[in-house]
């Protein structure tokens, strides 16, 4: 059984930081790709930033240059620093990875339960 829990959401002031991390836990192989998804109220989730296995990054316009993922593979963690937040922000975050059970297998994809992000202007 692999789960994914995800932390580090708040309330922060416009221009504000924060930090999301991703615990992965279960019988794991291996992790493939993270990323960290966004929901905000009334629209569907989109990607927000992903990082590959070596660690090529890849990340949504609107967050460009204030937004880093990052990943530590020993503890089976991914994060997101969000610096110079924005109103526009706001959203329920999830945590996504391609995790791997046992060599030669699949990879399956599961999420975090998402933690709530609020920015005021």
């Known amino acids: 059984q692999v789960q994914l829990v995800d932390s580090g959401g708040g309330l922060v002031q416009a221009g504000g930081s924060l930090r999301l991390s991703c615990a992965a836990s279960?019988?794991?192989?291996?992790?493939?790709?993270m990323a960290w998804y966004r929901q905000a109220p009334g629209q569907q989730r989109d990607v927000v930033a992903t990082?590959?296995?070596?660690?090529?990054?890849n990340y949504a316009d609107s967050v460009k240059g204030r937004f880093t993922i990052s990943r530590d593979n020993a503890k089976r963690m991914w994060y997101l620093q969000m610096n110079s937040l924005k109103p526009e922000d706001t959203g329920v975050y999830y945590c996504?990875?391609?995790?791997?059970?046992?060599?030669?297998?699949?990879?399956?994809?599961?999420w975090g339960q998402g933690t709530q992000v609020t920015v005021s202007s």
């Open positions: 279960g019988s794991i192989l291996s992790i493939r790709d």
């Open positions: 990082i590959s296995s070596v660690g090529y990054t």
């Open positions: 996504n990875g391609g995790v791997q059970v046992r060599s030669g297998g699949p990879t399956s994809y599961y």
